[in-house]
């Protein structure tokens, strides 16, 4: 059958925004045939400022592999990636600013997304239903609803959908989990995230009209309309909430999914309690500790899962200190798991008591970042061909789950409220490993800003009880609503793939 008309693509994607109708282009080498190893697999980037060129870099050294489409609002980024193409993988590809006009090509076989969080959803429902298999970045959604979404296209249009959490490629993670549920290192008790990276002030900048390469009403999406602001341009997004999902749906999502993965049968959890702030340098060395971002730069974030407890620890100050002597960024982006017996960390056991720690068989291995990388865009690729989706490393199931942690957390954070700063942790305060990590937010404050938290206040998170099953919050509508977002026409997630 011929591609669809890029007229008609356009009007069955509005109507599958509106109407919950749907769109196919049949045709695709990518609708169910197995590829022979001789097949080339065609794939377009949609996302070529930052982590797109990771993807570009991957997928146009791979043998039998092409990047045919690079996708991105911002034209000005077209020309020199391109060149890149070229240079890596001897082709030249198509470059386009409209993910739609890529989805109407019946020999692309996948679109790789590497977007702004607030389109990832969107574009994998749609590369869905135009056939294309999806590598997506985390995180894979912007909101708990979209996450399903994602989940229910896959399924509906039997699509290859890998997620960008890489650790899932990992043989010391995996012998890890695995030593985990076999009991032999002792019950679990906490599961332990850290994604402290040096994360200080944005500052403040007016709004402006957009660039004349950039189609910015393309950029929004799915976002309410707004003034473009250079902060928005090309990676501070990440800090506002239209957009992003703040630290804890970034560099979080990575150890939230080790995290979750290591806890036997853990899905999503009962209950959830997020508390911090976002505290940046001023210039006067006093009050406001203020920027234009939106989201925290401190927090704790508590899941309760009944028998153990995730905790995730975010400190963005992290030491860079006004105190002379100490200048150096520190960094903490870590896993551990706390058992009735010891910790186990990647790879490694170390007996409560013990001086030394035992190996778990696999080596503990301090990854390059292309070795890294090419393990999950591989594994993609060779799911793609053979049309296995239980050899996903990282599925659009588990994606789903691990970033639905993201949302929770930043819905508690969002309905809290400002309280004195040394207002105990309520619940989970008696808890020795979230009393660690609040007294490193408390410790990091003072040591970057010289800021007594008891003598300001600090964002405490509304306890949040949540239905696994239902995907739903128990008794708070204002979570609820939450879940999902209001959309602009013509980019609605459709409640109806």
């Known amino acids: 059958m011929p591609s669809i008309s890029r007229r008609n693509f356009l009007k069955h994607a509005a109507a599958s925004a509106g109407a919950g109708a749907v769109f196919t282009i049949a045709g695709t080498k990518s609708s169910g045939s197995i590829l022979g190893a001789n097949d080339t697999v065609r794939i377009g980037v949609a996302g070529i400022h930052g982590r797109g060129q990771v993807h570009m870099g991957q997928f146009a050294r791979m043998p039998g592999v092409k990047v045919t489409y690079l996708i991105d609002p911002d034209a000005s980024l077209h020309g020199n990636r391109a060149k890149k193409i070229q240079e890596l993988g001897g082709n030249t590809p198509t470059c386009v600013q409209d993910i739609r006009k890529a989805l109407e090509d019946k020999n692309l076989d996948a679109i790789s997304i590497a977007s702004c969080n607030h389109w990832h959803a969107l574009m994998t429902i749609w590369a869905c239903q135009a056939g294309k298999d999806v590598y997506v970045e985390k995180p894979m959604s912007h909101n708990l609803f979209e996450g399903r979404k994602c989940v229910e296209a896959a399924e509906k249009y039997q699509r290859i959908v890998q997620h960008g959490t890489q650790s899932r490629s990992v043989a010391s993670w995996k012998r890890t989990v695995a030593a985990i549920a076999s009991g032999e290192h002792g019950k679990l008790l906490v599961s332990k995230a850290y994604a402290s990276k040096v994360r200080w002030s944005i500052g403040f900048r007016n709004d402006e ?59 999503l959890p009962k209950r959830v309690l997020s508390m911090g702030g976002r505290w940046v340098e001023s210039t006067a060395g006093k009050p406001p500790f203020t920027d234009q971002g939106e989201t925290p730069n401190m927090l704790v974030t508590v899941y309760d899962y009944g028998d153990c407890l995730l905790v995730m620890e975010i400190a963005g100050l992290n030491n860079r200190t006004i105190i002379e002597g100490n200048p150096k960024p520190q960094t903490k982006v870590a896993n551990e798991f706390h058992t009735t017996e010891g910790v186990l960390t990647c790879g490694e056991f170390t007996r409560q008591g013990a001086d030394k720690s035992l190996s778990l068989g696999v080596e503990a291995k301090t990854w390059a970042e292309n070795e890294f990388n090419h393990l999950i865009f591989k594994n993609f690729i060779d799911c793609v061909r053979s049309r296995k989706r239980e050899d996903l490393h990282a599925d659009v199931l588990e994606a789903h789950r691990t970033i639905g942690l993201c949302h929770l957390g930043n819905i508690s954070y969002r309905l809290g409220e400002q309280v004195p700063g040394d207002t105990p942790i309520p619940v989970f305060g008696d808890n020795e490993e979230v009393q660690k990590s609040w007294q490193r937010i408390k410790q990091g404050l003072k040591d970057a800003l010289g800021l007594d938290l008891a003598s300001t206040t600090y964002q405490l998170g509304k306890l949040l009880e949540f239905d696994p099953e239902k995907e739903r919050f128990v008794g708070n509508e204002a979570a609820n609503e939450l879940l999902s977002r209001e959309y602009r026409e013509p980019f609605v997630v459709p409640a109806n793939v």
């Open 209 to 267: 009209p957009a660039p004349e390469t950039l189609d910015f009403n393309l950029w929004l999406g799915p976002a309410a309309k707004r003034p473009c602001n250079r902060h928005f341009i090309h990676y501070n997004w990440h800090w506002f909430w239209d957009f992003g999902n703040g630290e804890i749906g970034n560099q979080g999502a990575h150890q939230l999914d080790v995290a979750r993965w290591g806890i036997p049968g853990g899905t």
